[in-house]
């Protein structure tokens, strides 16, 4: 059976069925470990831009808590940190300062993603969230099954003073202007003293989809209701987002029937399409995504909705779809 054709002049596909999403409990109960991804709300080319030749100002955790460390993201994929530290000795607060780590940005499955290394045994790799409001931004790691909110902080064009004292002999890049206006090396008093710093509504950052709240942020609850999925899903009908390969994809839906279409590379119908199926059972509330007989994926609702993060570039392609 192939699917009715619809037409459309709106612009924006932010549905994709990328990857499984979920939160460690629903309704109480526990989700399979498989199904507990945490999507981050923006591509990896959002990223990629968002950081080059930018600051992320952040704290730690525990006994780091509110005290101030910074990263330098340059263009050219280099990584300047200054980064605070315990003397095991005496618990005395120290900074020290590296310029040798290299960073990159990918496409992991659940959104974009930061990977940086100070030498190549030694890769990390982030799952980023930013707050387009506030101007935040945080990195979430999974400890066991439960997701947790590691390094909180912001945004900025600007190296903070504070940090240019604790870190004298880092030779960070000429064109990042230092901000004499934070001069604390505590994380709260820092914010009050130049609450303009944070880079805030970022271009693009409206292209996400509901719930994009990280799940260590939401404690592991669920990020959106039920409404604003269906709002959402009922907007989407017909917008397509096509690849830098010309491939697209598009949500239809026509009474209770609901699909996704992968549009060919010149813009006519390919064979290619899923059905979409609501499933309740004793867990909660279910997207499907059927190819066949077969679920591709399955999506709780109320959790994050994926943002279709390999497909970076949108286009109106009007009637030509019919």
Not at 46 to 57: E, P, T
Not at 189 to 195: A, S, Y
Request: aromatic share 10%; charged share 25%.
């Amino acid at each position: 059976m192939k699917p009715s054709k619809f037409t459309t002049g709106k612009m924006l596909a932010l549905l994709l069925a990328a990857a499984a999403l979920a939160s460690c409990v629903a309704h109480g109960r526990q989700l399979d470990r498989k199904m507990y991804v945490n999507h981050t709300p923006y591509s990896a080319d959002f990223y990629r831009k968002l950081l080059s030749d930018r600051v992320f100002v952040y704290e730690g955790r525990r006994s780091y808590r509110n005290v101030v460390s910074g990263l330098v993201f340059g263009a050219d994929g280099t990584v300047f940190e200054c980064r605070a530290h315990r003397d095991p000795g005496n618990k005395k607060l120290s900074w020290y300062g590296w310029d040798t780590i290299c960073w990159s940005r990918k496409w992991a499955g659940n959104g974009g993603e930061l990977v940086w290394q100070r030498d190549p045994q030694r890769r990390r790799q982030v799952t980023l969230f930013y707050e387009p409001d506030t101007g935040g931004l945080s990195v979430e790691n999974r400890r066991q099954l439960a997701w947790i909110v590691t390094n909180p902080g912001q945004i900025q064009d600007t190296w903070p003073h504070a940090l240019a004292e604790a870190c004298p002999d880092q030779d960070i890049p000429a064109h990042i202007r230092i901000n004499e206006k934070q001069t604390s090396l505590r994380m709260d008093e820092l914010r009050r003293q130049d609450p303009d710093a944070p880079i805030r509504n970022f271009p693009g950052a409206h292209l996400t989809a509901p719930g994009r709240t990280g799940l260590g942020r939401s404690g592991g609850r669920p990020t959106t209701t039920k409404a604003e999925v269906e709002a959402f899903l009922k907007a989407q009908h017909g917008n397509v987002l096509i690849n830098g390969k010309k491939i697209g994809v598009t949500y239809v839906r026509s009474g209770d029937r609901e699909e996704f279409w992968r549009i060919g590379e010149e813009y006519h119908m390919a064979e290619d399409f899923w059905d979409i199926v609501r499933v309740t059972d004793e867990v909660g509330e279910w997207i499907e995504i059927h190819d066949g007989p077969r679920v591709r994926r399955r999506y709780p609702m109320g959790y994050p909705f994926p943002y279709p993060n390999r497909w970076l570039v949108v286009r109106d392609i009007g009637s030509a779809a019919q």
